[in-house]
Nanobody
Framework: QVQLVESGGGSVQAGGSLRLSCAASGSIFSINDMGWYRQAPGKQRDMVATITSGGTTNYADSVKGRFTISRDNAKATVYLQMNTLKPEDTAVYYC?????????????????WGQGTRVTVSS
């Protein structure tokens, strides 16, 4: 079993910063891609940023230049530094990780989600 636990959400005024963290734990053999997604009220869940195990990053156009994703492989943790926040960044942010686990003689590759952390940006 694999768990992802997020932290760092909260309320901030426009122009402010927040840093989200997501730590993976459990029976992990290795972690491939990790990422952050967000879901605003009444909208679908969208990709914010992803990072491969080798450190290659990808960002949604709406956050390029303002958000930075990073990871610490030794700690199985991914971070999202969010600067110059805007009211339209308000959403529940979810961590995702593609994890390899060993089950009996087989390796299993599954996608796991955190419980979400709320970010509210006021104007």
């Amino acid at each position: 079993q694999v768990q992802l636990v997020e932290s760092g959400g909260g309320s901030v005024q426009a122009g402010g910063s927040l840093r989200l963290s997501c730590a993976a734990s459990g029976s992990i053999f290795s972690i491939n891609d990790m990422g952050w997604y967000r879901q605003a009220p009444g909208k679908q869940r969208d990709m914010v940023a992803t990072i491969t195990s080798g450190g290659t990053t990808n960002y949604a156009d709406s956050v390029k230049g303002r958000f930075t994703i990073s990871r610490d492989n030794a700690k199985a943790t991914v971070y999202l530094q969010m600067n110059t926040l805007k009211p339209e960044d308000t959403a529940v942010y979810y961590c995702n990780a593609v994890v390899l686990t060993r089950q009996a003689a087989a390796m299993m590759r599954n996608s796991y989600w955190g419980q979400g952390t709320r970010v509210t940006v006021s104007s």
